[in-house]
């Protein structure tokens, strides 16, 4: 299990989502204090490829706006 904290997150978000592909499980932490998991979801290639291209743009929004947030 890994453990980062969201700004180290938001840095490397595809790294992370490879390893939790992998089988890693990743623990995105705020203060220290953990506030989700990531992990791989068990689908079909294609499902999973057109799922995931759909979370990256929302995770991208996500952290533009948490960003604007704490600046």
């Known amino acids: 299990m890994e453990r980062v904290e969201i ?3 938001s840095r490397k978000l595809a ?3 490879a390893l939790a592909r992998s089988g890693e499980e990743i ?3 705020q203060a220290g204090k ?3 998991r990531l ?3 068990e689908e079909e290639e294609e ?3 057109e799922e995931q291209e759909g979370n ?3 995770m991208e929004e996500m952290l533009s706006a948490y960003e604007e947030e704490v600046n």
Do not use: G, R, W
């Open 27 to 29: 623990i995105i932490a």
């Open 15 to 17: 790294e992370l989502i």
């Open 56 to 58: 990256n743009s929302l």
């Open 7 to 9: 700004e180290e997150a």
């Open 34 to 36: 953990a506030m989700v």
């Open 47 to 49: 499902e999973l490829k």
């Open 39 to 41: 992990e791989a979801i």
